[in-house]
C-alpha cells in the first residue's frame, strides 16, 4: 500500500472515531446538562436561605436515620441470602433470583399499594401482625419498610454477582480441608466478595436515599415522621422553590460521593480471585 | 508404613460424557493422562465429592468414601483428601502462613498451639519458612505450588489429588520444578494421583499412569508396559511424543 492510501485510511479510521464520539456525546450532554442547570441556578445566597427552611433539617435527619437503618437490615438478611443464591442451583433458586429482582422493575407507586396491601391495616399479615387498632402505616417503620423493598435487590443481585465471581477451585479446597460451610462463608466467601458486597451496599444506600413513590404511598408525607428528603423536596416545591433547589443539591451531593465510593470499593476488588466484570446497575429512582 | 490405597470403581455422567473407570493406587503416585476432555478433572472432581457418580464405589483402606449401594456418600469435607488444583487455589487474600493457618483451623479439635506448631512444621518441610509473612499473590509459579502442596499436606490427608501440576510454568522451569515433584511426591507414601496432559510430566511423576479416553481408562501400567504394548493409538502417540522430546 501506498504511503497516500495508509494516510486516507488513517484519517477516514480517525473521521469515524470522531463521528462516534459526537453521536454519544448528545447523550453525556443532556445527562450532564440538568445536573449543570441545578448548580448554575441556585445561587449560594439561595443555597444558604434554603437550607435554612424548616422542613430541611428534620427531613435530612430522617433519611439518614432511615437509610442507614434500611442499610443494616438489608446487608444483614442480604448476604446470607445471596451467598445461598449464589451456590445453589435448580429451578427454585432461580425463580426466587427473579422474585428478588421485581422490585428493580416494577414502578415504586406501585411497590407502595403493594406493601399497603401486605402490611397495611387492612392488609394481608394484618390479623397476627397488629394489635387492634394498630398498623405499621404512616410510621417510621414504614418508611424503612419501604426502603427495605425497593433497594434490597440492588445489594442482593451485586453480592450474587461477587460471590460467583470468587474461583470454585478456592470454596472446593477450602471444603477439603473439612471448614464448615459457616467457616467458607466467613474465611474465603465474605472477604474476597467484600469489594462487590461494599458497592452493593452504597447503591443500595443510593436507591433508599432517593426513595419517593413508595414511601409517599406507604408512609405517607409526615413531617418528622416519615418526609424523608425527596418528600421534603417535593413539598417544598410548592411553596419555596430555593429550598427544593438547596435539598436537591443535598442530595445530589451525597449521590456523588455515594457513586465515587462505588468505584473506589471496585477498584480495590483482588483480580485474581475474582474475574473483572464489574456487574453492577445503577439504582433507578424517582417515583 | 504403608498408606492405605485408595480404590475407585464408578460410574457417571458429566455433561454429555459417560464415564467409567476403576484404578487403584496405593504408594507411589498414579499419573492419569488423556487428551483434552476425556474427564480427567471429571474424575478428580467424583473422588473429592463435588460430583457425583451415578453407582460404584470409592474406597480408602477400610474407609468407604462413596457407595451408594450401603448409603454412603461422603461429603468434600468428610473425605479427607488433599488437592492442589491447576491454579493451586492460594487464598489471594491471606499470607502463606494464614493459607496453611487456615486449612489447620479446619479441622476440628486441633488446639491454637498445635496449628502453630504444625504450620511451622508444613513451611519448614517444603522450604518455605522465609516465605511465611509474604502475600501468595507476590510469589512465583514454584513457591505457589509448594506452598499449595504444604498446605494440602499440613491437614494430613489419606490421599493427595494434584491437577496438571506443571502446566503452568515455562519450559525451564518445568523441568526443574518436575524434578522436585517427582522426588517429593515419591517419597510421600501417600495415595497420590497426578493428572497431567504431558507424556515426559507422566513419566516422571507417574511410578504408573493409567490413560483416559473418552471418559474411560483404556490401558494402566508402567510406562515400559506402555511403550511395549499400547492399547490404543493415542497411547502409541503419546508415549512416541516423549521420545522425539
Known amino acids: ?287 | 508404613m504403608a498408606a492405605a490405597g485408595l480404590r475407585a470403581r464408578v460410574t457417571g455422567r458429566i455433561g454429555g460424557l459417560a464415564l467409567a473407570f476403576d484404578l487403584e493406587v496405593s504408594a507411589g503416585p498414579l499419573a492419569v493422562v488423556g487428551p483434552n476432555g476425556a474427564g480427567k478433572t471429571s474424575l478428580l472432581l467424583m473422588l473429592l465429592g463435588v460430583l457425583r457418580p451415578e453407582s460404584g464405589s470409592i474406597e480408602l483402606g477400610e474407609h468407604v468414601l462413596f457407595d451408594p449401594a450401603r448409603g454412603v456418600d461422603l461429603p468434600v469435607e468428610g473425605r479427607e483428601l488433599g488437592y492442589v488444583p491447576q491454579d493451586y487455589a492460594l487464598f489471594p487474600h491471606l499470607s502463606v502462613r494464614q493459607n496453611i493457618e487456615f486449612a489447620l483451623q479446619c479441622r476440628a479439635g486441633l488446639a491454637p498451639d498445635e496449628v502453630e506448631q504444625r504450620t511451622g512444621q508444613a513451611l519448614a518441610e517444603l522450604k518455605l519458612t522465609a516465605l511465611g509473612e509474604r502475600r501468595v499473590t507476590a510469589l512465583s509459579g514454584g513457591e505457589k505450588q509448594r506452598v499449595a502442596l504444604a498446605r494440602a499436606l499440613s491437614v494430613r490427608p489419606r490421599a493427595l489429588l494434584l491437577d496438571e501440576p506443571l502446566a503452568a510454568f515455562d519450559i525451564a522451569a518445568r523441568r526443574q520444578t518436575r524434578a522436585f515433584l517427582a522426588d517429593y511426591l515419591g517419597k510421600l507414601e501417600l495415595p497420590t494421583i497426578v493428572v497431567t496432559h504431558d507424556a515426559a510430566d507422566a513419566r516422571a511423576l507417574g511410578a504408573r499412569i493409567a490413560v483416559l479416553e473418552a471418559g474411560r481408562i483404556v490401558q494402566a501400567g508402567s510406562w515400559a508396559e506402555l511403550e511395549a504394548r499400547p492399547a490404543s493409538a493415542f497411547v502409541a502417540e503419546f508415549v512416541a511424543e516423549f521420545v522425539q522430546a
Do not use: C, K
Open chain 1, 1 to 287: 500500500m501506498t504511503s497516500t492510501g495508509e494516510q486516507r485510511l488513517a484519517r477516514r479510521q480517525q473521521l469515524q472515531r470522531a463521528l462516534l464520539g459526537a453521536v454519544g456525546g448528545l447523550l453525556l450532554l443532556f445527562l450532564a446538562l440538568p445536573v449543570l442547570g441545578l448548580v448554575a441556578g441556585t445561587s449560594w445566597a439561595d443555597f444558604r436561605a434554603g437550607l435554612a427552611h424548616p422542613l430541611v433539617w428534620p427531613a435530612l435527619r430522617l433519611s439518614l436515620l432511615t437509610t442507614l437503618v434500611s442499610l443494616v437490615v438489608t446487608v444483614a438478611l442480604g448476604t446470607p441470602l445471596s451467598w445461598t443464591l449464589a451456590h445453589t442451583r435448580g429451578r427454585w433458586a432461580r425463580a426466587a433470583e427473579t422474585l428478588v429482582q421485581l422490585p428493580i422493575v416494577i414502578p415504586p407507586a406501585v411497590a407502595g399499594i403493594a406493601m399497603l396491601l401486605a402490611f397495611g391495616r387492612r392488609g394481608l399479615l394484618a390479623g397476627w401482625l397488629y394489635p387492634e387498632g394498630w398498623s405499621v402505616t404512616f410510621t417510621t417503620s414504614a418508611v424503612v419498610l419501604a426502603q427495605i423493598f425497593v433497594s434490597a435487590p440492588f445489594f442482593v443481585q451485586a453480592a450474587v454477582s461477587a460471590f460467583r465471581r470468587i474461583e470454585p477451585n478456592l470454596l472446593i479446597v477450602a471444603r477439603t480441608f473439612g471448614a464448615s460451610p459457616w467457616r467458607v462463608f466467613l474465611r474465603v466467601g465474605l472477604p474476597l466478595a467484600a469489594p462487590g458486597l461494599a458497592a452493593g451496599a452504597i447503591l443500595s444506600w443510593a436507591r433508599a436515599l432517593g426513595e419517593f413513590g413508595a414511601t409517599l404511598m406507604f408512609a405517607g408525607n409526615l413531617e418528622g415522621r416519615t418526609q424523608t428528603l425527596p418528600l421534603a423536596i417535593y413539598t417544598a416545591l410548592e411553596a419555596d422553590l430555593r429550598a427544593a433547589q438547596a435539598l436537591s443539591i443535598v442530595l445530589m451531593a451525597v449521590a456523588v460521593a455515594l457513586l465515587l465510593g462505588v468505584r473506589a470499593a471496585l477498584g480495590t476488588a483482588p483480580s485474581r480471585a475474582v474475574s473483572s466484570s464489574r456487574a453492577v446497575s445503577v439504582p433507578a429512582g424517582g417515583p
